[in-house]
């Protein structure tokens, strides 16, 4: 059974960091893309970045272009989320996906509905 659990949320001031994980578990060797996605209230669910995880390429939303990172690591099965310069607007429930569809351009894989997997979330609020 397949499981994704992130961690590594909480509160943070304007232009501070944080690093979320996001651990995987079960039939791990079938994702080739994982991804991260937030919502923030009232707003739908939005791609952030993604790597591909045999390959590592990664792929980011252009709002987080140049704040945000995503690596992995393979012998944990774990992704990561470096969250640098964070913006009030960064505010969201910060979610962790994996899709096992391949071949997919990185224009499809940020719809949502690409991931057939996904975590609880893991709340993320910057303060102005």
């Known amino acids: 059974q397949v499981q994704l659990v992130e961690s590594g949320g909480g509160l943070v001031q304007a232009g501070g960091s944080l690093r979320l994980s996001c651990a995987a578990s079960?039939?791990?060797?079938?994702?080739?893309?994982m991804g991260w996605f937030r919502q923030a209230p009232g707003k739908e669910r939005e791609f952030v970045g993604g790597i591909s995880t045999y390959i590592g390429n990664t792929n980011y939303a252009d709002s987080v272009k140049g704040r945000f990172t995503i690596s992995r690591d393979s012998a944990k099965n774990a992704v990561y989320l470096q969250m640098n310069s964070l913006k009030p607007e960064d505010t969201a429930l910060y979610y962790c996906a994996a899709s096992t569809e391949t071949g997919l351009a990185w224009s499809a894989l940020k719809l949502a509905s690409r991931y057939g997997y996904w975590g609880q979330g893991t709340q993320v609020t910057v303060s102005s």
């Open positions: 079960g039939r791990t060797s079938s994702f080739w893309v």
